[in-house]
């Protein structure tokens, strides 16, 4: 089957119900996307299908097939980071770090279907993000400043 | 092999908790490190007390000294590059930062010329592990020291060089200066050419914290790009050239016993490998998929141990099961005499706490990469304690130590569950019978149900108290939960404080703060309660009876910035709690709001918190902060289901975990106490939370919860 990633067609052989997740980080060496839980609540998988947000964990490989998948590695581009990314490095507010590719992904897909969020709204949209450390507060600082730019 | 499920528990919660003293001997060590960094200066931290036993001319000789009496190494290479060795490892407490802050510092350096190796067996000295808030005390002291001894021996060096006094010169930027002579030479051009090896001098000048310059303020965290990007290679994320994925059956509940299982079927699915060992069954194949499908193929019998105790009935089961008569006191914990305490008070209060088991849920799982290469083991893997799981591996796989190296990439989180080597065993097994490298990545299910806990417990506590506020009596006996911050730091003339460890069910250890989290709620509950049976303002109350200023302080400073005197509407309560450990002294007040339905706000919090001279102010924070959150967790839903040795809410989403919209407004107020040496942030700050909410429900409501969590459901019952 055929997987067009970051702009890239992939050209994969695997069983077709297989988890989106195990196929970019396995197959296609896209490891920036994370496993957390295996059941979508987490957030860690998180990646843009068409640019909304999907939990790739729980994604099947072949319904992503004929679409536009975004992950992680596919935000920089010749060098530059997103303004989302940008945000984060200027807040500084990780800690262990392996929530962020899938809060950035949250984060840029809010931004995308609403550039201005409220407070209210970004925790709304976040909130299928888990961040263990308890950082939260410096990621909607983050999402704000990315907002401004 | 071991089922983890069989060993016992590995790691008490408290002093026991540090594993035995390491066998190796320096002599090893040195050929290790002047093996690995050639020519250039070594600056090498042994405890003093090694000096005082061996001499000082234990360098030169081969003088065998326990590895654990070198803490860290930092090396300057003739290009000027400076590398720290150190065993601690980055879980996300912002370390590598820190420490490369400490050293630039005292080394008069600039910050990108630091580069830190960590958490590897074959190339930092040995380290008993990232816990117990220790990094920054000793490890960051410990790379001062040697820092500060390089620094000084550049200068002496430079000095003989030009031929003049050392006095007239000034270390700055990675070079000496001579500023009269107008002369300066850089740190790698100095050291070229030349092999030297110098022990720290313990008693080498320091810099004040007053006159930092790097250390103590907010710089970009080290490697934070390849983070933001995804591009950090968690062992998670590792793949080596032939690496099978592996996967083991796992019994059906704690205490199970293997009767038989059949692998004909996995066997003989295409590239996979099954090895059997006793209760150990394990598999590997060409890709996750495929192993996850020959575990399934597995038809294994297995006998279940009935009758273990569930949620409904562990606080009895823990009484029942502390060895020793209930009143059996540990007497070091004992002053005067409590009986004739309790008669000498007007008011007397008396009651038991109940705190539930919780799960650590580090977000990355256990994960391992295991290779084997001519009778040598390399393993990567997220664990705290490197040089005790490389003493696992050597144990179980019976190897010399220098034959087995651990490895730790930056780790997506521990908070102290962490300190074992189950995945590195499993892999290094799989990849041993299969002779290829074999990864294992536990799943979020293994995640909860193999790992080990923080510790249930039942705590009582009676206490008598006068109405001018002097308390008389205090008896404090933690069943399980755990030794630390057992003590009260309030003045009492007479009392009885015991740990009594029990037989717990499930597997226990670590945990951020151990049990000081369990042993402050349950005081800094009692405190409120007491300053209500005598209608004492519960802060008023606390501050006369501390005598410790820096607890004082915490306590006002959070009082002062959250407004404790205002006024109150119905229904809002304000509640207040302290405490102190490993260094770190906290005061947190809460605001909570409770509606007529009786749901539980939590509105606000204000926290103040101070652990000596400030490194890193924003990270600082952020590990407060963290703490905070991590704390409403275990204060008011997080509790680990448990019957018949089953886990029953083993996924995230049947146990709650705080997530963006659990999150009140927090303030955290830092006290840059520069005069006071630089302690760990992330345990004490998480002490004062669970205690504070419950204040407030009692300040607004008058019912006064006794167990963690206090509202699994959010209603007050």
Redesign the interface.
């Known amino acids: 089957m055929v997987l067009t990633i970051n702009g890239v067609r992939h050209e994969v052989s695997?069983?077709p119900d297989?988890d989106l997740l195990?196929v970019l980080?396995?197959n296609l060496?896209?490891?920036?996307?994370?496993?957390?839980?295996?059941?979508g609540?987490?957030g860690?998988c998180t990646v843009l299908i068409n640019g909304n947000t999907s939990r790739s964990c729980i994604t099947p490989v072949n319904s992503a097939v004929g679409k536009e998948v975004t992950?992680?590695?596919g935000?920089?581009k010749n060098g530059k980071?997103h303004a989302v990314?940008e945000a984060?490095?200027a807040i500084?507010?990780?800690?262990?770090?392996?929530?962020?590719?899938g809060m950035?992904m949250s984060a840029v897909a809010l931004l995308r279907s609403n550039p201005s969020p409220s407070e209210e709204a970004?925790?709304?949209a976040?909130?299928g993000?888990?961040?263990?450390?308890?950082?939260?507060?410096?990621?909607?600082k983050a999402i704000q400043l990315a907002s401004k730019s | 092999m071991e089922n983890p499920d069989h060993l016992s528990h590995p790691f008490e919660p408290t002093k026991n908790e540090l594993p035995p003293e390491s066998t190796l001997h320096f002599s090893l060590d040195r050929r290790k490190f002047l093996k690995l960094t050639g020519g250039g200066l070594m600056v090498v931290f042994v405890l003093q007390d090694i000096f005082s036993v061996e001499g000082k001319n234990l360098f030169p000789g081969s003088s065998p000294v326990p590895v654990s009496g070198v803490g860290a190494w930092i090396h300057i290479g003739e290009d000027g590059i400076v590398t720290v060795y150190t065993g601690k490892v980055e879980v996300g407490q912002n370390i590598r930062t820190s420490l490369s802050q400490m050293v630039a510092e005292e080394l008069m350096v600039p910050l990108s010329s630091v580069t830190m190796i960590m958490g590897d067996t074959d190339l930092v000295p040995y380290d008993r592990g990232t816990f117990g808030s220790l990094t920054t005390p000793q490890m960051g002291l410990q790379l001062r020291k040697a820092a500060a001894t390089a620094r000084e021996a550049l200068v002496e060096m430079a000095a003989k060089l030009w031929n003049t006094q050392a006095s007239g010169l000034k270390a700055e930027q990675g070079m000496i200066l001579h500023t009269t002579a107008n002369k300066k030479i850089g740190y790698g051009e100095l050291t070229k050419g030349q092999q030297l090896l110098m022990p720290v001098a313990d008693k080498v000048r320091l810099i004040e914290a007053k006159d930092w310059k790097v250390a103590g303020k907010t710089i970009p965290r080290v490697n934070e790009r390849t983070f933001i990007t995804g591009k950090h290679q968690y062992v998670s994320d590792m793949k080596l050239p032939g690496m099978l994925y592996g996967k083991v059956l796992r019994a059906p509940s704690y205490g199970s016993t293997l009767l038989q299982a059949d692998v004909t079927k996995a066997s003989k699915m295409p590239g996979v490998i099954v090895v059997k060992d006793g209760n150990f069954i394990g598999v590997v194949a060409p890709d996750a998929r495929t192993s996850g499908k020959a575990l399934q193929a597995i038809d294994a019998k297995w006998e279940e141990s009935k009758g273990q105790p569930s949620n409904d009935n562990i606080f009895n089961y823990l009484l029942k099961n502390a060895p020793g008569a209930r009143e059996e006191r540990n007497s070091d914990n004992s002053k005067g005499d409590f009986e004739k305490g309790l008669t000498e008070a007007e008011f007397k209060h008396s009651k038991t706490y109940n705190i539930h088991y919780i799960a650590h849920v580090p977000l990355e799982p256990r994960a391992a990469v295991a290779q084997w290469v001519d009778g040598k083991l390399t393993v990567w893997t997220g664990t705290q304690r490197p040089f005790g799981v490389q003493q696992e591996l050597a144990d179980i796989f019976k190897l010399n130590k220098e034959k087995v190296r651990v490895i730790v990439p930056d780790t997506g989180s521990g908070y102290g569950g962490k300190h074992t080597g189950e995945a590195a065993i499993e892999a290094a097994r799989l990849a041993k019978e299969s002779k290829k490298p074999v990864k294992i990545v536990w799943s979020r299910e293994e995640e909860f149900v193999w790992a080990y806990f923080r510790p249930g417990g039942v705590i009582e506590v009676n206490a008598a108290v006068k109405k001018d506020g002097s308390i008389t009596a205090w008896k404090f006996s933690n069943y399980n939960s755990g030794g630390s911050g057992l003590e009260t730091q309030y003045k009492v003339s007479n009392q009885q404080i015991a740990h009594l460890p029990s037989n717990t069910p499930l597997r226990q250890g670590s945990y951020r703060g151990l049990a000081t989290t369990a042993n402050v709620f349950a005081r800094e509950c009692h405190m409120t309660d007491l300053a209500r049976l005598i209608k004492m303002d519960p802060l008023a109350f606390r501050l006369m009876n501390l005598e410790d200023d820096r607890f004082i302080a915490v306590l006002q400073t959070a009082a002062r910035a959250f407004g404790w005197q205002g006024s109150k509407i119905s229904g809002q309560g304000f509640g207040i709690a302290g405490g102190f450990e490993k260094g770190g002294y906290v005061g947190c007040c809460a605001e909570v709001m409770i509606n007529s339905d009786k749901e539980v706000k939590v509105v606000r919090i204000t926290q103040a918190f101070d652990c000596g001279a400030i490194i890193h102010p924003n990270h600082l924070e952020n590990q407060v902060m963290g703490s905070i959150i991590q704390g409403l967790g275990g204060a008011l839903f997080e509790r680990v289901e448990f019957a018949n040795g089953k886990i029953l809410n083993s996924g995230l989403s049947a146990y709650r975990v705080p997530r963006f919209s659990d999150i009140p407004k927090i303030e955290i107020i830092l006290i840059d106490r520069k005069d006071m040496p630089s302690a760990g942030a992330g345990e004490a700050s998480i002490i004062g939370i669970a205690p504070a909410i419950r204040n407030a429900i009692v300040d607004a409501t008058g019912i006064a919860l006794n167990g963690l969590p206090m509202l699994p459901n959010g209603v007050l019952a």
Request: proline share 2%.
């Open positions: 695997v069983d297989i195990t980080r396995d060496g896209l490891t920036g996307s994370k496993y957390g839980c295996g059941e609540v987490c860690a992950t992680i590695e935000l920089e980071l990314q984060f490095m500084d507010g990780f800690q262990c770090s392996y929530c962020a590719s950035i970004i925790v709304k976040m909130n993000n888990i961040c263990r450390c308890g950082t939260y507060p410096y990621l909607v």
